[in-house]
C-alpha cells in the first residue's frame, strides 16, 4: 500500500490533484479556527473549557464542522446547511414532479438541481446562523457552562448583521471549496471536507479519554475502536447482488444484449442519514423545552420530564426512543431513495431479466422483499454503532470524546473507503498496482 502511495505521488497528474485537494484541506482547517467579527474570542475559549453541551443537534453540528461552532468561527456551520439542502431536495424529488422529471433529463436536470441545491444553502445558512447567534446571547444555552459570561462585544444590529453575514459567506466559501475538490482534486469534495472535520478531532479526543481515564481505558478504547472500524468496513462492503440477465435484440443490423450482469444491493443502503434524522428530531423536545423555562427557575412537570428522560444520552428512553427512530427512517428513507417498480420497469424496457422471475411486477415484487429482508439487518447495524457513544458515555464517562462510533465512524469509513477506491482506479488506469493489492 505504501508503494502504491509512492506511486501515485510520482504520477504527475495524480500528484496535482493530491497536492491540490490537501491545500483546500489545509484552508479550511484553518477558516475553522478564524473567529466570527464581534465576538470575544478569550470568553469563547474560557466557556468551551467547562462545555456541556455535546447532546442533540448541536452536538451534531459541532462535529460536522469539526468543532468550529461552538467556536464561533467564520465556518462555524461548516457543511451542515449544505447536508441538510441536499437531503431536503433528495426528499421534494419524491413529491414534486418538477424535480421528478429534472432527476431523469441526465446531466443538464442535475445541473440545475445542484443549483436550487446552492440557493436553498444559502437561504439556510441565514436561518442557521441567525438561531447560533440568539443562542450566543445568551452563552449558558449554547456551551451548557454556567460560568460563561457574555461572549459578543456588543448587542448593537450592526454587529449582529455582520455576524450572520459573516457566517453566512463563510458557508458559501465552504461549499464552493467541496466543489473545487470534486473538479480538479480526488473524491467527492463535500465528503472529504466532513471527513477532515471530524478527523482533526480524533486526536485531542482521544487524548482527553486518557487524562480523564488513564492509560487502560485508553488502550481499551483504541482496540474497541480497531474492531469497530473493521466491522464498519466488512457492513459498508456487504451486499446482495441480484442477477440480471439481457436478451439479445436486433438494432438495425447490430446485436444488443445478451450479457449477464447484477443488481447490488447494499446492507447499509441508507448510509448515515437515518442517524442524522434521528438525532435532529430527538433535539427537537430539548430545544421546546428550553423555551418554557420560568422566569423565576423553575420548570412544568412535562418540561422536567423532558430534560430527565430525552435530553441525557445515557437514560434508556433516551437510547429507545433514538434505536427506534433510526431503524424508522432507515426503512423510510431506503423506500424514497430505491423505487423497485422503477426499477423493474426500466430492466423490461431494456429486456433484462431477472432468472427465475417473470418481468414487470413479479420483479418489483421481488425486489421489494430481498430490499425489506437485508434492510433489517442494516436498520440494527446503524442502531448499534450509533448507540457505541451513549454506551461509552455510562461506563467511562466518554460521550463528547467518544470518537469510534456513531455518525463520525460511519462518515470516515465511507468516505475513506470511497476515495481510496477512486485512487485505486486511477492507478489501475495506468497499469500500476494500486492500493487494495
Known amino acids: 500500500m505504501l508503494t502504491a502511495f509512492g506511486r501515485a505521488f510520482k504520477t504527475p497528474d495524480l500528484r496535482s490533484k493530491l497536492l491540490f485537494t490537501l491545500g483546500i484541506i489545509v484552508l479550511f482547517r484553518l477558516g475553522s479556527h478564524v473567529p466570527t467579527p464581534g465576538i470575544d474570542y478569550a470568553k469563547v475559549q474560557q466557556c468551551l473549557a467547562g462545555a456541556n453541551n455535546t447532546n442533540g443537534f ?16 467564520i465556518f462555524a456551520l461548516g457543511i451542515m446547511p449544505y447536508i441538510t439542502a441536499s437531503i431536503i431536495i433528495q426528499l421534494l424529488t419524491v413529491v414534486i414532479p418538477r424535480f421528478e422529471t429534472l432527476k431523469k433529463e441526465g446531466q443538464a436536470g442535475q445541473t440545475k438541481m445542484t443549483q436550487y441545491t446552492r440557493y436553498l444553502t444559502i437561504g439556510l445558512a441565514i436561518l442557521q446562523s441567525s438561531t447560533l447567534i440568539t443562542f450566543a446571547q445568551n452563552p449558558v444555552q449554547l456551551f451548557g457552562n454556567p460560568q460563561c459570561t457574555n461572549i459578543l462585544v456588543d448587542n448593537s444590529m450592526v454587529t449582529i448583521l455582520l455576524m450572520v453575514l459573516t457566517m453566512t459567506a463563510g458557508t458559501g466559501l465552504i461549499m464552493w471549496l467541496g466543489e473545487l475538490i470534486t473538479d480538479r482534486g480526488i473524491g467527492n469534495g463535500m465528503s472529504l471536507l466532513i471527513f477532515t472535520s471530524i478527523a482533526a478531532r480524533f486526536p485531542s479526543s482521544l487524548w482527553q479519554i486518557q487524562t480523564q481515564s488513564g492509560w487502560s481505558i485508553f488502550l481499551g478504547v483504541i482496540l474497541m ?109 431506503v423506500s424514497i431513495t430505491f423505487n423497485p417498480t422503477e426499477v423493474a420497469d426500466d430492466m423490461k424496457k431494456y429486456g433484462g431479466f431477472i432468472p427465475g422471475i417473470r418481468a414487470g411486477r413479479p420483479t418489483a415484487e421481488y425486489l421489494s422483499y430481498v430490499l425489506n429482508r437485508i434492510t433489517v439487518p442494516g436498520a440494527i447495524y446503524l442502531a448499534v454503532i450509533s448507540l457505541i457513544p451513549l454506551i461509552a458515555l455510562v461506563l467511562v464517562n466518554a460521550n463528547q470524546n467518544f470518537p469510534f462510533g456513531g455518525t463520525s465512524i460511519l462518515i470516515v469509513v465511507g468516505v475513506g473507503l470511497e476515495t481510496v477506491k477512486q485512487i485505486e482506479a486511477q492507478l489501475q488506469q495506468r497499469h500500476y498496482e494500486g492500493f487494495l493489492r
Not at 452536538?59 to 468550529?68: M, Q, T
Open 225 to 333: 475502536g480497531f474492531f469497530i472500524i473493521a466491522l464498519v468496513v466488512f457492513v459498508e462492503q456487504s451486499q446482495r447482488r441480484i442477477p440480471v440477465q439481457y436478451a439479445k435484440r436486433m438494432v438495425g443490423r447490430k446485436v444488443y444484449g445478451g450479457t449477464s450482469t447484477y443488481i447490488p444491493l447494499k446492507v447499509n443502503m441508507a448510509g448515515v442519514i437515518p442517524v442524522i434524522f434521528a438525532s435532529s428530531l430527538l433535539a427537537l423536545p430539548g430545544l421546546v423545552a428550553q423555551f418554557n423555562m420560568r422566569s423565576d427557575g423553575t420548570a412544568p412537570s412535562w418540561v422536567n420530564w423532558i430534560q430527565v428522560n430525552l435530553v441525557k444520552g445515557d437514560h434508556p428512553i433516551y437510547m429507545v426512543a433514538y434505536t427506534a427512530l433510526i431503524i424508522f427512517f432507515t426503512f423510510f428513507y
Open 58 to 73: 448541536l452536538g451534531l453540528v459541532n462535529l460536522f464542522s469539526g468543532g468550529a461552532l461552538l467556536q464561533l468561527s
